[in-house]
């Protein structure tokens, strides 16, 4: 993930300061290379830097004013970095003084000075004054800033020189200040006098809105306020009464002036002749942004701030208030952002004070017109408001980072859930600096000594709210209660069913059956209290903040359930005559009085009448909605009881046709499930154990504590306990069979994969461009909508385009070329391909056919030449077979039209004309009659042909030296057309006639004979001048004829064909009609980044691993077709040219154009922010040519985009030209932020990666940078030594060079946009959703899609993303989509074989399986994929993510919660997919996995998940538990049965159980045990991904690729990988769930081209995979050693198989899958290195790498943050030890058969010896003593068989004391051997129960 810093931000940027100090050279000398403290001399050394080569002497005095400033700035030089940077410009300045003053033209430095600015003035601003486009205004405003700043400098060195300033100079520089603070950089709308020609400003739309906003009529400005300007607006007197920052009013002045336009644009699309902003627009943004407002004034049952006047002129200004300080306060609300209903409480007072200054109203305090409380001066609001809640989120941050747990501290969702209750207003406004919000936890108060000695404000702190997120398992039943009730009770119905009777469902209605049956109810009442309990429990650390209704709800509900707990029974115990055991028991209890079954009944009603009432709700989804909408007192108390009522999760019910199909889903699902579970699981067993129970055993083989025990209890919990598990979890299973079937059905209803191959494509293109115009081209107003419904989705046919229709084929035109060209600028395809796959661009208008892209009509005319030569005159047969191939006859057609016109516009000579027309009619006229193969001879059609291709190459090379052989080539082509084809005698009269003589009169003289085609006129050529259009039909005619063999196999580029496949299919798909340009919503891309690779460097790609293997060498063999299309296109034949070419440049020392084109060449197939870059910079390219499409005239669109592209430089100079146009209106749609956090930081320590990211400022303008600017300016409180950190949020984009044709070296430079002043670090939580949080302000739009940093766009794709945006007004359900998800395609699966089967994988998830969970199971949320969402949904309501520390690690999954929770709706869209790269070696896969499960983990712990799993109805809320934790919850079964099995045949052959049983089928053959053994192996080796998988590869590519795919991964090992990453699954979900430890694990996204060393695969699974293999094998090995006497091998192997092979897997994957992992030098060298770092000794500052013992500190670091609970199972499950011991010794030989406890107590006392032997031998010497316990504990770690339990945490006082090494080693050994040991230097942390993935 991108942007992750988190804790480690301060050390990373401390490293980067020391780097800028450091260097000191003038290489690194850069004007960016400032420390932060002197960063008001950045621009001096700009303008320095840029005027160097112009005049060298003033660039000197530049730098010279430079220190000056600098040293004024921090005379002390106390800033980081200052007294070296000082240093370095004093050493330049001394170097450069000399050779600068010997090039000075005039006498002094202040003429010097003086006569440049003269110069600069002349040549760069009056030769700019009219700017008319964007260009010229940006360098405009940059020659206006350069200026500024050369006067500054200017007036400094005449004011050293007592030389006064020419007066013109101040003339002019008057000019320049006044134009300087008008031309400020600006983001989209330059909204300055002088640019309102620009063409963004001209819309009508864009000008209303500016003219709204400047109405500021009547409003009351302050009194010492002075107007700067007279355009100032209704945001402008927001500032100067509330006290915004400046930058943060012109962001958002520029937003809503955007956001405005573009709704009235959209909504209404005529606007009138005067510019004037629609009511209706406005009505509607304010409806949107208030929304959230309205509902929380309501819920909270307050009124709303927002007062309209009764004066119509009014409203609108005070509509346009009530906006814009919303977003002002949004603007600047920082990490506010993340607590919209904080945003709410400071916004309804604010507007309250709003409408109060608006109103007149008067203080009844001051008797004076009211004021803001916080307002004035600037900054005001920051300080003041945003500030003292900004601090308490960093406090309570700051702990979340020392450990602590959740429950002791307030995370983002507390402190916003705080304004969820009235109690709120207590805090006042203005807020109370002591009100209980502000109160911290008492660790973090100073004590203040009250009369108790207690700390001050103790008590007071307000603790967790609504909800407390506690380490425990038991969340997983809490969450998810009804699922769990509902699971167990039909499990103890089917064994009481089972046990009695018949077995046969049937007979649950013999009336004993049925009355046992009727115990679920108690089942039932017992589960509620254990539920009610556990609420108490579990919400105990929120009471403080708990309102007394919602404390009285859960006492209550205790009450209550434990009232029924005690009633059912009761009563059930008197339905009975003659009572079973338990009723009897009860029975006994009270009166033996007769029974009274209705009693029971009555009960049973009455406790489900609840649930009856729920039942009937559910129903009627509708109802329940406005139940708990509803803010009716009398309603609320009646929800009061079913949930506690909460701002969010309330009227989230969907349609009843929605319901009706995710029941219809379940119903058949858990049918299905209980049917199997009933027949194979539980109903087979029940008779073995009857018979188990019934044998009476009394030989055991240990000492039986409980020898008389009946019913072999334990035999019976070891038989039964993995068969209950697995009926646990094996409801995932049948859900991933069920999602396969519903799944691909679905797709196929969506018609995915009805074009899968090339061969497809060529059979359906006649109807593509029907397709194209359909969707991807506004309707027309006469044309029909489209028809929808099931019909039109199963048969989407669209007609061919007939040629007469000219706009449409010229619009297919222009969409295929662009698409087809992006594929030849990717050197995805070569030229060849290139050619053969275009559409012709200049439509030819003579030929009156559509000309189809020749890969379609390749080898056609060859063949046709052929069918012709033997067509032995039969005319209606050759014509018949032509016809028969309609792309065949195309192609004849289109090459006759274009040989007659070719040939006619190249003859120019009248006797040549008349000849060719003669010939041309006649044979048109054979044409038409039906009869040119009869009346000519076709056998000599190939000679012409051959003569016609030999013109066309001289056409193509059009030399002047080629003229004669063209004139040969005319007659040639004349005889064989005359003689050998026509045979007609008055044709050669006639060319004997031109000739000059007819043969019978006698020769005619040389000189008088007149040779056809041979006069100087006659032929045009060659032809000038060459135009596109004459190129492109020359060569398209060139591949027509000479293309012999055939082009199915054009592209031959796998990617290429994938990508045209689905795009094509996807017009055939179900999508909304595109909308014009300028109607379509406006949207936003956003990226956070954080230090990831942006640009490959040539060193990067070049240097070698240890194998010899580069990044290039790498890449050219993973791709070598597309190496080879690079080559092409960069004119090299082979890479030993390409070299040759690369080192020339190198050697110039000139723009190194070769360089950067390989280097973006490898950075485009790697995963790096410039791939990401480009593809979505896609989105622009296609918006602006369909801008064009959109607005071009007849005549412009039959030109083409492409003249449009050619002639840019001249079409974009005037303001009204059609590129400006499409320009404009591309701005106004589309705005794209990239959040470099750590940009600035990276620019002054001159890293290359702000470099590169300059780089792709420059190449694409329209992209924005944001980041957090880290600035340390001089306190204005503390002594001015100091420097204190601010902080600001920066947008820049490129600053253009100062001129177009100048030949000077351009400085890439960027443009600080907007700095808007953080209250602290924007860094609190978790690092990427902090990131997007402070970038969101920059976007613009009404939709935003988030794009990570490792995702890619194609071109074709980006065309469609109008029609998706349209998505937002179509019907989805109750509510409109409030995120639309889209698909995506993993593009890394061609790395490895690993990254193949996790690409895969990724696939069938985002394809079916979120196809699924948008429809029909209505639980898709949000996970990191390129979802678009609603913007001014989400803004109001928190952001697109969630960024508490830890408890959001999975931060996106969290903005799909929120948006649910609050009332939003999450579609899925499979016409349009985005690019996305994965993980590719093993290492990088299992820290992702890593990642993803201690997100999950965190996830189940949550309030999100707890609401919706209680919020949601029961079918909905299985969805949702099946597709979030509980997948991985079921993983942790999957394991958790392994090892219940294992444990369990451990008990049975070790105490003899086994033996004594074995004639039993239960032990003998138990085929339910086998059963569910199976079903744990379908989880373990990865069957669960593999159906899904299967069913989308078929259902897109086809059901034999899919089996052929299924086979090779099963090849190259893909169970291994599955069952590891089981193990990784299972690991880190359940130690995050009992420790925590959750943290970001960076994979790094590079190519795995690398050995793995052994200590670095170990460090990484040592505790997950290592150690619970080594417990498995051993297991497995004493199961087998003890009972193979009785037991045979075949039953063995058969049951254990899978368990086997879970062994090997996670003992031996990593060096399966490791490159080089069996070579032996590479073994050898890992054995040296695992030894060093066993070797090597720990301590501060030793990371993990480099020593055995600091990893072990950091691997049990998180039990020292464990709860009780943690702690407590911990050292329970460590028990589990004890078996080994307390069986093993009754087996050894010399307990010789005693059974008695001693041999038992004896065995301790052989320990207790052994280690005190032991404890001697580490004393003898203290060589032994400092370096022995490290190898021994390692050594024994590995081969004794009790290595499992070697993870007890030892926290010494001094690793490296030797005494203390004695008893640390002894408490390890101990702790090994199950010794409860008291240690008094060694704390024990928690021992290794890794069991549930703990340790």
Not at 84 to 95: D, I, S, V
Not at 375 to 395: D, H, N, Q, T
Not at 1657 to 1682: A, C, P, T
Request: hydrophobic share 40%.
């Amino acid at each position: 993930m991108s942007s992750r810093g988190g804790s480690d931000q301060q050390s990373q940027r401390r490293i980067t300061r020391t780097q800028t100090a450091g260097n000191l050279g003038e290489s690194i000398f850069d004007s960016e290379v400032v420390p932060s403290s002197l960063v008001e001399i950045a621009p001096i050394l700009r303008v320095a830097n840029e005027i160097e080569s112009d005049n060298p002497r003033v660039a000197y005095l530049c730098r010279f004013y430079a220190f000056e400033k600098a040293h004024r700035l921090d005379p002390t030089s106390s800033g980081r970095g200052v007294r070296q940077f000082k240093t370095a410009l004093l050493q330049r300045l001394e170097r450069e003084n000399d050779p600068t003053l010997m090039g000075r033209v005039k006498k002094s430095d202040a003429r010097e000075m003086q006569s440049f600015y003269q110069h600069y003035y002349k040549k760069y601003i009056q030769a700019l004054q009219n700017a008319a486009d964007k260009a010229d205004r940006a360098r405009l405003t940059k020659a206006y800033q350069t200026a500024n700043v050369l006067f500054e400098v200017l007036k400094a060195v005449n004011m050293t020189q007592s030389v006064e300033v020419d007066p013109q100079i101040l003339e002019a520089h008057d000019k320049v200040a006044k134009k300087t603070e008008i031309y400020v950089p600006y983001n989209i709308l330059p909204l300055d006098p002088d640019s309102a020609n620009q063409a963004i400003m001209r819309y009508p739309e864009i000008q209303a809105a500016v003219l709204a906003l400047r109405n500021t009529r009547g409003l009351p400005w302050p009194k010492d306020y002075k107007k700067k300007k007279d355009d100032e607006d209704i945001l402008d007197w927001l500032q100067a009464m509330f006290g915004f920052q400046k930058d943060n009013v012109a962001n958002q002045r520029e937003h809503l002036i955007l956001l405005l336009a573009n709704v009235h644009i959209r909504q209404f699309p005529k606007p009138d002749q005067q510019p004037k902003l629609d009511d209706r627009a406005l009505t509607e943004v304010m409806k949107k942004l208030f929304k959230n407002y309205r509902k929380w004034c309501k819920y909270l049952d307050r009124q709303s701030s927002l007062w309209l006047p009764t004066i119509q002129q009014e409203v609108q200004q005070r509509k346009l208030l009530y906006m814009g300080l919303y977003l002002l306060i949004w603007g600047e609300a920082a990490n506010l952002r993340f607590m919209p209903e904080c945003l709410c409480y400071i916004y309804h007072h604010m507007a309250f004070e709003l409408y109060g200054m608006l109103a007149g109203n008067v203080s009844p305090m001051t008797g004076e017109n009211v004021k803001p409380a916080y307002g004035g001066e600037e900054e005001a609001f920051l300080r003041k408001v945003v500030s003292p809640i900004y601090e308490v989120i960093a406090k309570e941050a700051e702990r979340s980072k020392r450990g602590s747990k959740h429950s002791q501290w307030r995370n983002y969702d507390d402190l916003n859930e705080y304004f969820w209750s009235v109690d709120c207003f207590r805090l006042g406004w203005p807020m109370r600096a002591d009100a209980d919000f502000f109160c911290l936890p008492f660790d973090q108060l100073q004590f203040v000594k009250n009369g108790d000695n207690r700390p001050a404000g103790k008590e007071r702190w307000m603790g967790k709210i609504n909800f407390v997120e506690i380490r425990s398992f038991w969340h997983v039943f809490r969450s998810f209660d009804r699922m769990w009730s509902f699971f167990i009770l039909c499990l103890q119905v089917m064994i009481i069913v089972a046990w009695n009777g018949s077995g046969q469902p049937s007979s649950i209605f013999n009336s004993d059956v049925f009355k046992k049956s009727l115990t679920v109810f108690i089942t039932a009442a017992i589960l509620k209290l254990g539920q009610a309990v556990l609420d108490v429990i579990l919400s105990w650390k929120a009471r403080r903040s708990m309102s007394s209704h919602v404390k009285l709800r859960y006492i209550l509900k205790v009450v209550s359930a434990a009232a029924w707990v005690i009633v059912l029974p009761v009563t059930y115990a008197y339905s009975w005559d003659n009572p079973p055991g338990f009723a009897q028991t009860i029975k006994s209890w009270f009166s033996q009085s007769s029974s009274s079954p209705s009693l029971f009944i009555l009960a049973v009603v009455v406790y489900l009448s609840p649930n009856m009432l729920a039942a009937i709700l559910f129903l009627f989804p509708f109802i329940r909605r406005f139940l708990e909408r509803s803010n009716y007192r009398i309603v609320m108390l009646m929800m009061w009881w079913s949930q506690p009522r909460l701002y969010v999760g309330r009227g989230m019910h969907e349609s009843t046709f929605s319901l009706f199909k995710y029941t219809m889903f379940w119903v058949l699902l858990i049918i299905t499930k209980l049917a199997f579970s009933y027949y194979v699981e539980i109903k087979p067993l029940v008779g073995p154990t009857k018979a188990i129970m019934n044998v009476k055993i009394r030989n055991f083989q240990w000492h039986e504590f409980f020898p008389r025990a009946k019913d072999n209890l334990g035999v019976v919990i070891a038989l039964w306990a993995p068969i209950i598990l697995v009926y646990f979890m094996d409801t995932q299973i049948w859900y991933a069979i069920f999602s396969t079937l519903f799944g691909g059905i679905y797709g196929a209803f969506r018609r995915l994969g009805e074009i899968r191959t090339l061969g497809m494509l060529r059979s359906r293109f006649q109807s593509l461009p029907g397709a194209f115009n359909a969707c991807l081209i506004p309707l027309e107003k006469t044309e029909q909508t489209k028809k929808k419904g099931l019909k039109a989705t199963l048969s989407r046919n669209f007609a061919e385009i007939s040629p007469n229709k000219e706009k449409e084929a010229a619009r297919f035109a222009q969409l295929w070329n662009k698409i087809i060209t992006s594929f030849r600028e990717e050197d995805l395809i070569n030229n060849r391909e290139m050619g053969l796959l275009l559409v012709p661009y200049w439509a030819d208008r003579d030929l009156d056919l559509i000309q189809w892209p020749p890969f379609l009509l390749a080898s056609k005319i060859p063949i046709a030449l052929d069918m012709a030569k033997d067509s032995n005159g039969k005319d209606r047969e050759l014509k018949k077979r032509i016809q028969t191939d309609n792309y065949m006859y195309c192609a004849v057609r289109e090459c006759y039209a274009s040989f007659r016109n070719i040939i006619k516009f190249l003859v120019q000579g009248a006797r040549e004309k008349e000849v060719i027309d003669y010939i041309f009619s006649e044979v048109d006229r054979h044409i038409e009659a039906g009869d040119l193969i009869t009346e000519y001879r076709m056998s000599a059609l190939p000679g012409l042909s051959e003569h016609f291709v030999k013109l066309i190459k001289y056409l193509l090379d059009n030399k002047q030296e080629d003229r004669d052989q063209v004139v040969i080539l005319f007659q040639d082509m004349l005889e064989v057309m005359t003689r050998d084809i026509m045979m007609e005698d008055h044709i050669s009269s006639l060319v004997d006639s031109i000739h000059g003589g007819s043969g019978h009169e006698g020769m005619t003289p040389l000189d008088q004979q007149y040779q056809l085609f041979a006069s100087s006129g006659a032929i045009k050529f060659p032809i000038h001048p060459v135009t596109e259009a004459w190129k492109e039909k020359i060569n398209r005619l060139d591949l027509l004829l000479t293309v012999k063999e055939s082009a199915m196999d054009v592209p031959s580029n796998l990617d290429a064909r994938r990508r045209i496949s689905f795009f094509s299919n996807s017009l055939f798909m179900n999508m909304p009609t595109a909308p014009k340009v300028r109607n379509m919503f406006s949207f936003s891309v956003l990226t956070p980044y954080y230090t990831e690779d942006v640009l490959f460097s040539l060193h990067d790609l070049e240097v070698e691993n240890e194998d010899g293997v580069s990044i290039l060498f790498y890449l050219q063999k993973i791709f070598p077709d597309e190496w080879s299309n690079f080559l092409e296109r960069v004119k090299c034949r082979n890479e030993e040219e390409f070299r040759m070419k690369l080192q020339k440049e190198e050697e110039l020392k000139g723009p190194k154009e070769l360089e950067e084109e390989l280097r973006l060449w490898a950075s485009y197939r790697g995963q790096t922010l410039t791939k990401t870059v480009r593809g979505m910079m896609y989105y622009r390219k296609a918006l602006e040519l369909q801008a064009f499409l959109d607005m071009a005239h007849d005549e412009d669109l039959m030109e083409g985009y492409k003249a449009v592209e050619l002639n840019m430089e001249d079409n974009s100079k005037g303001e009204r030209s059609l590129w400006a146009q499409c320009q404009a209106v591309t701005d106004m749609k589309f705005t794209y932020v990239v959040s470099c956090q750590q940009y600035g930081i990276h620019k002054r320590s001159g890293d290359t990666r702000a470099q590169d990211i300059l780089k792709l400022l420059t190449t694409y303008p329209s992209l924005r940078v944001a980041y957090v600017d880290e600035v340390e300016e001089p306190s204005k409180e503390r002594p001015k030594k100091i420097n204190q950190k601010v902080y600001y949020s920066a947008l820049v984009k490129a600053a253009l060079p100062k001129s177009s044709n100048s030949s000077d070296p351009v400085q890439i430079l960027d443009q600080v946009i907007y700095k808007i002043k953080l209250p602290g670090p924007a860094i609190l939580g978790e690092g990427k959703p902090e990131n997007q949080n402070h970038a969101i302000i920059f976007t613009r739009g009404e939709g935003l899609q988030t794009i990570d940093m490792n995702q890619d766009n194609y071109m074709e794709e980006a065309l469609k993303m109008r029609n998706l945006l349209q998505e937002f007004l179509e019907e989805h359900g109750v509510r409109p989509p409030t995120i639309l998800g889209l698909r995506e395609h993993i593009f890394t699966g061609s790395v490895s074989s690993l990254a193949w089967f996790m690409s895969n994988q990724e696939t069938s998830f985002v394809t079916i399986g979120q196809r699924l969970l948008a429809n029909p199971l209505k639980v898709r949320f949000h996970y990191g994929h390129p979802d678009v969402f609603d913007r001014l949904f989400h803004l109001t309501r928190g952001g697109v993510s969630k960024a508490s520390k830890n408890i959001n690690l999975s931060e996106d999954i969290f903005g799909g919660f929120n948006s649910t929770l609050r009332e939003g709706n999450v579609t899925h869209h499979e016409y349009i997919q985005v690019g996305k790269g994965r993980d590719v070696g093993l290492n990088q896969i299992s820290m992702f996995e890593a990642k993803i499960a201690n997100g999950n983990g965190e996830q189940t712990l949550s309030r999100d998940i707890y609401r919706l799993g209680h919020r949601f109805d029961f079918f909905r809320m299985l969805s949702c538990y099946f597709t979030t934790v509980g997948f991985y919850f079921s993983t942790l079964i999957t394991v958790l049965t392994v090892y219940v099995f294992l444990y369990g045949r451990l008990y049975l052959v070790l105490s003899g159980l086994e033996e004594g049983l074995i004639t039993q089928k239960a032990i003998r053959d138990n085929k339910p045990l086998q059963v569910a053994l199976a079903s744990q192996s379908f989880v373990q080796i990865g069957f669960l991904m593999a159906l899904p998988m299967l069913m989308e590869i078929g259902l897109e590519r086809g059901f034999r690729t899919a089996l052929s795919d299924f086979i090779l991964m099963q090849l190259q090992l893909a169970p291994v990988f599955f069952t590891f990453s089981l193990g990784t699954k299972t690991h880190y979900y359940g130690r995050t769930l009992l420790h925590g430890g959750a943290k970001y694990r960076p994979t790094g996204r590079g190519f795995v081209v690398f050995h793995a060393k052994f200590a670095e695969n170990y460090r990484l699974y040592s505790r997950s995979h290592f150690v619970k293999g080594m417990e498995m094998m051993l297991l497995l090995l004493v199961y087998q050693i003890f009972g193979h006497s009785y037991r045979g091998s075949v039953a063995y192997i058969f049951i254990t198989v899978s368990m086997w092979f879970m062994v090997g897997t996670w003992l031996f994957a990593p060096f399966l899958f490791n490159p080089s992992g069996f070579e032996w030098q590479k073994i050898v060298d890992d054995w040296t290195d695992w030894n060093k770092w066993i070797s090597n000794r720990g301590g501060i500052g030793v990371p993990p790498e480099k020593s055995w013992e600091s990893w072990w500190e950091e691997e049990q670091e998180h039990l020292k943050y464990s709860g009780k609970r943690g702690t407590i199972a911990e050292i329970v499950l460590a028990l589990r030890f004890f078996i080994y011991q307390y069986g093993l010794v009754y087996h050894l030989h010399i307990a010789e058969k005693t059974k008695s406890f001693l041999v038992y107590g004896i065995s301790w006392l052989v320990i207790f010896l052994i280690l005190f032997v032991m404890k001697v031998c580490f004393c003898w010497t203290e060589k032994i003593q400092c370096k022995f316990p490290a190898h021994v504990s390692v050594n024994q770690g590995t081969y004794i068989p009790n290595f499992c339990v070697h993870s007890g945490h030892l926290d010494c006082t001094s690793p490296y004391d030797c005494s203390r090494h004695h008893s640390l080693h002894s408490c390890l050994h101990a702790y090994w051997l199950g010794v409860a040991s008291d240690c008094s230097s060694v704390q024990t942390y928690g021992s290794s129960s890794w069991l549930l993935g703990i340790s």
